[in-house]
């Protein structure tokens, strides 16, 4: 089977993210000769860095990345439109085409859907989202308005009546053999401060050991007070941050421009690593590694979930804060227990940021950071209850079967 995978980047990583991960997965698990169009290459290329953001088209991981010409208005790459203006081509359509997050098909890819005898089977690939209404449109049709043609809804989700969640072969493998081996070499507790001093003088204070913070969100008013705790804290903290992310937020606490990556920089307990943007396989074995991520948006809230380890998600901001609806919605599934305290102690944390209520943030941080060790047995139960469902492109190949 032919698949082509469309997206456009609205702003951010996300949308190449999610696409590239479903095109590797496609290539890589079910050998589909698979092509990403998308218009950023160079968005794509930050995150998979071994891709160049000049050619029209490249292939890597066995998948054809194509360039589609965003100024053109209809979008087709410059190769494709040589292609058509010298043979009066057009696209050649795949067998089953994925339209990323609704991100519209070229006007002359719709005619040569139009135009095969058997037009492909096109399916649209909705964000995430953890509300209940999901499940009753998951998988719907539409005929499109103008043309012979039909369009399938594919939703991901947290639930058996969803398209599921992006999860790879070998994923929670690869994730258990390196949290194994990173246990040994971290120790869980504090036995390292035990260890005493070079000259076997009895250990000076039994420290906490530094706790591992991953930072990837949004632009937060909340973070300066997160920071000044995390200074102010009685444990070392490390405080990973890629490249770019909370700038104004750093800038502004600690008074100075933000140095670029790579970088570290401690004030009092905190010590703020800047790092530069990695592989989206290196960025999953941070987050393994780490003792808390903060995630944002889709694709970094899901790979948190697989690392299963404390997280804290910022949805996407929308106007009227409509985001909010997004995060209560996830909270009632992941953490549904009202009087369990741990689960409370998360909710707060996370509604706070989200409201980006430093205050609140404050207050919630050291209840959060007291029921770690819940949180965490939490997020393994939670992380093995989802990889007990099948992955979103198991069944979006199983139905590619029965439709073609
Ligand atoms: O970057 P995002 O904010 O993307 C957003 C969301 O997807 C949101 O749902 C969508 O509406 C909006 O885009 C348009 O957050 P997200 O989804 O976590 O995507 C980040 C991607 O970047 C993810 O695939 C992980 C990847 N990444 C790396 O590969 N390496 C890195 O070093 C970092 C920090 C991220």
């Given at each position: 089977m032919r698949w082509d995978v469309f997206c456009r980047v609205v702003d951010n990583y996300g949308d190449a993210g999610v696409c590239w991960r479903l095109a590797r997965q496609l290539a890589r698990e079910h050998g589909f000769d698979v092509t990403l169009w998308i218009d950023r290459v160079a968005t794509l290329a930050k995150i998979e860095p071994a891709i160049d953001p000049r050619p029209a088209r490249q292939v890597h991981r066995g998948v054809t990345v194509a360039a589609l010409d965003a100024r053109a208005g209809d979008a087709v790459t410059g190769a494709v439109r040589a292609a058509a203006d010298s043979a009066g081509a057009a696209f050649d359509p795949g067998d089953v085409v994925i339209e990323g997050f609704g991100c519209g098909l070229p006007a002359r890819y719709l005619d040569a859907m139009e135009a095969r005898k058997h037009p492909p089977l096109w399916i649209n690939l909705e964000y995430l989202s953890a509300e209940p209404w999901v499940d009753g449109v998951h998988g719907l049709a539409s005929r499109h308005p103008q043309r012979p043609l039909t369009r399938y809804f594919w939703f991901p989700g947290f639930t058996a009546k969803t398209g599921g969640l992006i999860r790879e072969a070998g994923l929670i493998e690869a994730r258990d053999a390196a949290q194994r081996e990173h246990s040994h070499a971290w120790p869980a507790s504090g036995e390292h401060a035990a260890a005493g001093r070079a000259d076997g003088a009895a250990p000076v204070s039994f420290a906490a050991p530094e706790l591992s913070i991953v930072l990837f969100c949004?632009?937060?008013?909340a973070l300066p007070a997160l920071f000044d705790l995390w200074a102010r804290g009685d444990r070392p903290m490390r405080c990973i941050v890629p490249e770019g992310i909370a700038s104004a937020e750093l800038a502004g606490w600690l008074g100075s421009a933000v140095p670029p990556a790579p970088r570290r920089l401690t004030r009092d307990r905190l010590t703020i690593e800047w790092r530069p943007f990695t592989s989206q396989d290196a960025f999953d074995r941070l987050l393994w590694a780490s003792d808390v991520n903060f995630v944002r948006g889709e694709d970094s809230f899901v790979r948190a979930q697989w690392a299963a380890k404390p997280f804290v998600w910022q949805p996407y901001p929308q106007e009227g804060r409509a985001q909010a609806a997004k995060l209560e919605a996830f909270l009632a599934r992941h953490l549904p227990d009202a009087s369990n305290p741990s689960q409370q102690a998360q909710r707060r944390l996370m509604r706070a940021f989200d409201a980006e209520d430093p205050a609140g943030v404050a207050r919630a941080w050291p209840g959060f950071h007291a029921a770690l060790e819940s949180a965490g047995a939490r997020a393994r139960e939670w992380a093995a209850t989802l990889a007990g469902e099948p992955d979103l492109v198991t069944q979006l190949v199983e139905f590619a079967r029965t439709k073609l």
């Open positions: 949004y632009a937060n008013r």
